[in-house]
């Protein structure tokens, strides 16, 4: 952060947490009485009261307006945690930090330097941009658009199997012999994994509730399809060492309702949105690269922009 943004950062602070509202529990004065006293100054302020419009003049400093429309966007670019603060306090806080911002920005007299040039022009570009994908992925999600990525990926979507199985975890092959031989001659799975399942599943009885393929490591899958209902597998070997399978059940997946997964379409059609108008953009314009050569270590040299 440079030492400009961090006083600016620094007066927004002290302006919002020195206030009167945070120094009484009483509210701070209306804008309508401290309106006049700066009117005074300059005859071209509206007075407040007047239906409000994002143009009316709230405050004028060396003939630069701020505007109520001014103080409306600085309010909705404000922190989460001084969004939730009285809007009383806000208004009074705001407006002394973009006083304080134009009073301090005019004591520049040579005018920026060319790297805080540059750096501004970096960041309109940037925010720019930034408005620019923002149109683009909140135009993305409509109810049609919706639907038919949901059509896509769930409703015309084959239906896959889900399965519901249990396992004994062991750490050796003899082990998990032993716990084969006791289940086939009449033991009780649950009660086996409580007394012998070295995994986390063993207190509940070996239970791993439902799961897709994919879900589980090769071998173990592997077993598991294998099995019908009701069946116990023989001793299989993964890296967490041996088990013992029983498959339990099991059961077409159903697609889930629109609203269940209406985050995660809304978030892929506005990423698929932005990835193709960034492409197209780009595809699109008369572009000219220079940088065949160049020397990397160029980057760090902040001398070329202290003019």
């Known amino acids: 952060m ?14 919002l947490l020195a206030g009167p509202g945070f120094a009484q529990d009483t509210p701070t004065e209306a804008p309508a009485e401290a309106a006049p006293e700066m009117g005074e100054a300059d005859d071209s302020l509206e007075v407040v009261g007047d239906p409000p419009s994002a143009d009316m003049v709230v405050a004028s400093v060396n003939g630069t307006d701020i505007t109520l429309g001014h103080l409306i966007v600085a309010r909705a670019r404000l922190p ?6 009285p809007d009383d306090m ?4 705001l407006l002394d930090q973009l006083i304080q911002q ?38 993305a999600v409509t109810d049609e658009a919706l639907q038919t990525l949901y059509d896509e990926r769930y409703a015309s979507a084959d239906p896959s199997q889900e399965y519901n199985a249990a396992h004994i975890l062991v750490e050796t092959e003899e082990a998990a012999q032993e716990v084969k031989t006791a289940l086939d001659g009449g033991a009780d799975f649950a009660e086996l994994a409580r007394e012998r399942s070295t995994g986390p599943s063993g207190p509940n009885g070996g239970d791993l ?16 399809v294998a099995l019908e209902p009701g069946q116990i597998s023989d001793p299989v070997e993964t890296q967490f060492g041996w088990h013992v399978v029983k498959l339990n059940e099991v059961r077409l997946k159903e697609a889930p309702a629109i609203d269940d997964v209406r985050a995660e379409l809304e978030e ?38 202290q003019q």
């Open 80 to 85: 989460q945690q001084y969004q939730e603060l």
């Open 2 to 15: 440079t030492l400009m943004k961090h006083l600016l950062c620094s007066a927004a602070l002290a302006a």
């Open 268 to 305: 892929e059609l506005q990423r698929q949105a932005v990835e193709d108008a960034v492409t197209a953009a780009t595809d699109g314009a008369e572009i000219t690269r220079n940088d065949e050569g160049l020397d990397p270590t160029v980057l760090r040299n902040l001398d070329l922009v």
């Open 102 to 139: 134009i009073a301090i920005a005019e004591t520049i007299e040579d005018g920026l330097s060319m790297g805080s040039e540059l750096a501004l022009e970096n960041e309109r570009r940037a925010f720019l941009a930034g408005e620019a994908l923002s149109a683009i992925a909140e135009g």
């Open 209 to 224: 509730g439902w799961f897709e393929k994919g879900m589980m490591v090769e071998p173990f899958e592997q077993a598991v």
């Open 90 to 93: 806000l208004l009074s806080g």
